[in-house]
């Protein structure tokens, strides 16, 4: 077996997110219990998905924290550990599809999964409006990792830059606090906003050029996460960079790059119609979930990759 690095952050890091997840799940059941009480139906039949999503975040979340494989994962650095996880990545974006085509399929009318998958408060959005929040904190948090050391802090106020995005991200996701509090669109906004949110990137002038501009943002952004790694290892080869600060430990990880290219090659059917019977344009939101994904597990490698470690010779089983 081959010498594994096993970082002492990563238990840390699973039980955290285990318990926000739980907490996150438990939230959304009070919203739904709460917007049941306002519409003064049966709580169960006029918010049951929203119940539903938060039962199953609330489980997944106690599943989580027990997950030892999950653990490995999150602590073991090596090539068979690195294996492990593309191929899980990969099996959960294969099975997210076949889903999402087989509810396409079994759906009559195209408007109904619209209206079950994208209505309003749908467990899509919640999900999104999780992951930017679990981003926006391990952007913070790396940024008060990389403040101890002063050679680190050009590259920190990167980090606290990117929390501050994130976080503009988050509040535009849930129509800040609209989502949740389900207030009155202000007249202001009503008339020049494509889906009447209090939203800042559905005003009509930005969703005129929202679908290509995306695109070309998130094609960006693969062809950095793709061809990055290769550029660092040429670069150190010829030492243009040194190696004091393990650059590659703030880049995305391979694995990463099947979410990036899913929400590319999303987003390039949603710009151009090619397949409008097929691609909608609302599944751009399930493009942007992949994108989410992608940022955080970027982030919470190098979070965990920032923390101590330990050398062990011989890898632990990666199964539980």
């Known amino acids: 077996m081959e010498e594994a690095i096993v970082y ?3 238990p840390r890091v699973q039980m955290v997110l285990a318990h926000i997840i739980k907490i996150f799940g438990f939230l959304i059941l009070l919203v739904g219990l ?5 519409n003064g139906g049966p709580i169960i039949l006029s918010e049951w998905k929203l119940l539903l999503g938060a039962g199953f975040i ?3 979340g106690h599943f989580l924290g027990r997950s030892t494989f999950l653990k490995n994962l999150l602590s073991i650095k090596s090539a068979a550990f690195s294996r492990h996880r593309s191929k899980l990545i990969l099996r959960l974006l294969i099975f997210s599809m076949v889903c999402i085509a087989s509810l396409k399929i079994l759906t009559a009318d195209i408007s109904i999964y619209k ?5 309003e408060g749908n467990i899509l959005e919640y999900s999104q409006a999780l992951l930017l929040i679990f981003s926006t904190l391990l952007s913070y948090k790396i940024w008060k990792a990389l403040l101890i050391k002063p050679e680190h802090m050009k590259l920190s106020s990167i980090y606290i830059l990117i929390a ?7 509040l535009e996701e ?3 606090g609209q989502v949740i509090f389900n207030w009155q669109t202000p007249e202001s906004l009503i008339n020049i906003n494509a ?3 209090t939203t800042l990137h559905n005003i009509n002038f930005f969703q005129n050029i929202l679908d290509f501009t995306f695109f070309y943002i998130v094609t960006l952004i693969f062809l950095l996460s793709a061809l990055g790694p290769y550029v660092l290892s040429n670069l150190e080869k010829r030492r243009v960079l040194l190696k004091k600060l393990a650059l590659r430990n703030f880049l995305p990880p391979r694995y990463s790059l099947s979410f990036f290219g899913g929400v590319t090659i999303v987003s390039f059917f949603v710009a151009t119609e090619l397949l409008p019977t097929i ?3 609302r599944d751009q939101e399930w493009g942007e979930l992949l994108l989410y994904l992608g940022f955080f597990l970027t982030l919470l490698r190098t979070y965990i990759l920032l923390g101590d470690f330990i050398h062990n010779r011989k890898e632990p089983n990666p199964l539980p």
């Open 115 to 119: 209206h079950h998958i994208f209505g």
């Open 58 to 60: 609330y489980g997944g």
């Open 34 to 38: 709460i917007k049941s009480s306002f």
């Open 8 to 10: 002492l952050r990563g």
């Open 174 to 176: 849930l129509a800040w």
């Open 195 to 197: 889906q009447r949110e």
């Open 164 to 170: 501050g995005l994130l976080l503009i991200l988050t």
């Open 279 to 281: 691609i909608i344009n």
